[in-house]
């Protein structure tokens, strides 16, 4: 933790381009943007993965995300052709995490040439095997809520 990019940036020992801080969250524009306005939403509490940070600093985070895309007005071009943006979060490096600090992107999307750019390779659908699989998950929710 004391070597975090993050939390060094939290702590003020590292400079930022601030933007909101609450209790929970610190959000901040990012030095290397995609596009302009781009920005990061993190939790006070370190943490490598989303599964590892309190329910509490989560929950404060879309609301700071929601803010930022209003000030951003990222909300007043609500055409689908028009204007959009992506919120991001990875999680572990093979899902393109490069700071162990668990982190949301803010990124406007104002046309095809800025912002994130994304592949998306879906696979055919089984219904039997998806079937099967909500069965699978279905049963492990319900394990998971009974532990609560």
């Not at 959009?84 to 995490?97: C, D, E, K």
């Given at each position: 933790m004391s070597a975090c990019i993050f939390c060094k940036i939290i702590k003020g020992e590292i400079p930022s381009f601030k933007l909101i801080e609450t209790k929970f969250s610190y959000s901040f524009l990012d030095i290397q943007p995609t596009a302009e306005a781009h920005c990061l939403v993190i939790p006070k509490h370190h943490g490598a993965k989303l599964h590892n940070i309190p329910d509490e600093y989560l929950a404060d985070i879309l609301p700071v995300v929601k803010k930022l895309t209003k000030v951003l007005e990222l909300d007043v071009n609500n055409t689908p052709e028009g204007e959009?943006?992506?919120?991001?979060?990875?999680?572990?490096?093979?899902?393109?995490?490069e700071v162990d600090h668990v982190h949301f992107h803010l990124i406007p999307k104002k046309d095809s040439k800025t912002g994130l750019g994304v592949e998306w390779p879906a696979q055919e659908t089984n219904f039997e095997k998806l079937g099967q699989l909500h069965k699978q998950l279905q049963s492990r929710l319900a394990e998971y809520d009974e532990k609560l």
């Open positions: 959009g943006y992506n919120v991001l979060q990875n999680n572990g490096r093979i899902a393109h995490q």
